[in-house]
């Protein structure tokens, strides 16, 4: 009896870590390196109750990836946040590769999976996240992570069946899309 107790009452706090604000989260959330529960009540509140947010906690799938509209916002994102340690591309320095099919972390080839990682860090030099991009903006970061993919874009269980038909492996010697600081309302931005 106690023990049924103790299991109930973990998982009203592992609900409650992973439903703040009155979000209904149906994923659970875990640390990549402990397993333990994300607080997004870590989060600003800011960048918490877009499209793209409520979408994410519900169903684990970035609606960014791909969207061409919001793709120069998180290039921006990625080069301010990201490209000192994984590199202009993604190609990795002193954090690892992001652009190919390898994964230290083979849950990252889930958004979900990308999602903790970023949210909650992992081992190395790899802090949290959650204090320098709100989750709108982390979801925007994992959309140019997946833009900047340059294998075969079959592999890439992030996309839809019809982007990945019309997906094109990323080639840096090619022109692309320029990063931009404006946040557009497709984006996540405030409202025209």
Not at 15 to 25: D, E, F, R, Y
Not at 98 to 110: A, I, R
Not at 161 to 190: M, T, Y
Request: glycine share 10%; aromatic share 8%; net charge negative.
């Amino acid at each position: 009896m106690r023990t049924t107790h103790l299991l109930k009452t973990a998982a009203a706090l592992v609900t409650v870590g992973t439903l703040v604000w009155g979000a209904h989260a149906a994923i659970m959330l875990s640390n990549t390196v402990t397993g333990a529960p994300l607080d997004l009540s870590e989060a600003p509140e800011e960048g918490r109750d877009t499209e793209a947010v409520k979408t994410f906690l519900a169903t684990g799938t970035n609606i960014y990836n791909e969207k061409a509209v919001c793709l120069p916002k998180a290039h921006e994102l990625f080069l301010s946040m990201c490209s000192g340690c994984h590199g202009h591309y993604a190609e990795g320095k002193i954090g690892p590769g992001l652009n190919d099919s390898y994964w230290t972390y083979p849950k990252n080839e889930t958004d979900q999976g990308l999602f903790e990682t970023i949210f909650g860090g992992a081992q190395g030099q790899m802090g949290p996240m959650y204090g320098a991009l709100n989750m709108n903006e982390m979801l925007l970061v994992m959309a140019w992570i997946r833009h900047v993919y340059k294998e075969d874009p079959q592999g890439a269980v992030w996309l839809t069946p019809e982007q990945r038909s019309k997906f094109k492996p990323f080639n840096e010697n090619a022109s692309h899309i320029e990063p931009a600081e404006e946040l557009l309302p497709a984006c996540g931005g405030p409202a025209g």
